[in-house]
């Protein structure tokens, strides 16, 4: 196997197993809450996820909701609980407090990836991480999965400022790395973040399709490798 001198990964969706996790979660929450507003927990499953969805899917929504997690959750499941005509303010806050309470213990490293990256450092290679969200909650993720050791650099937008796209992430993290764009990888599940804005300073641009669905038809990112899980990276 032929590594290049870096790599740099993401750590939601790429490492950890943050969506399927949440998913997860939500849905027990949907069965413990239903009956409080007097929905079907199968509906109210449905519509928070397509809430979610809706939510995250606004780039301004997307920053302001992953530097307040919290309000972001409540936020969620209010417009899911409008939507389905059972606005209750108050409940939204208890699903909210109650999936926080249990939010970092659900979450686990996809099977495989540390192995890898493990692999990885061993091989040589240097390593980055490159993580969009608040600098607490990040942090608390990278120490709670004996992450800290593994990474030659660690850069998490809460605590350096800006995050990706923005090129100064990946500029800060060459130079921390030593690494010349053509001989390094950026690894991560987002399309526009660790595809394309680093592609577009020559790093080479692996996309991780946890879901396994394809690349959507409407995007024109093309990717320089896709795999499933950061795990066929070692193979
Ligand atoms: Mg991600």
């Not at 979660?25 to 809430?51: C, G, N």
């Not at 796209?165 to 991560?188: C, I, N, Y």
């Amino acid at each position: 196997m032929t590594y290049p001198h870096a790599i740099i990964f993401d750590l939601d969706d790429t490492i950890l197993d943050t969506t399927l996790s949440a998913d997860r979660l939500w849905s027990r929450a949907a069965e413990k809450f239903a009956k409080q507003a007097d929905l079907d927990a199968t509906a109210f499953d449905a519509q928070m996820k397509i809430s979610r969805e809706w939510f995250w899917s606004d780039p301004k929504r997307n920053l302001a909701g992953r530097m307040d997690l919290y309000k972001a959750r409540s936020g969620c499941v209010e417009h899911a609980l409008k939507t389905l005509d059972a606005s209750n303010a108050q409940l939204a806050t208890s699903i909210a407090d109650w999936f926080t309470q249990r939010r970092i213990t659900a979450m686990q490293p996809f099977d495989g990836a540390i192995d890898t990256l493990h692999t990885l450092k061993q091989a040589g290679v240097r390593l980055g991480l490159i993580s969009n969200g608040k600098g607490e909650t990040q942090r608390d993720k990278v120490i709670r999965f004996g992450l800290e050791p593994l990474f030659d650099c660690i850069i998490l937008e809460g605590e350096f400022g800006t995050g990706k796209p923005d090129r100064r992430v990946f500029d800060h993290a060459l130079d921390e790395l030593q690494a010349k764009p053509s001989d390094t990888w950026m690894v991560g599940d987002n399309l526009q973040w660790e595809v394309a804005a680093p592609q577009a300073l020559g790093i080479k641009g692996i996309w991780v399709d946890w879901r396994g669905t394809g690349l959507p038809e409407d995007t024109d990112v093309v990717p320089d490798r896709t795999v499933r899980s950061i795990a066929e990276l070692v193979v």
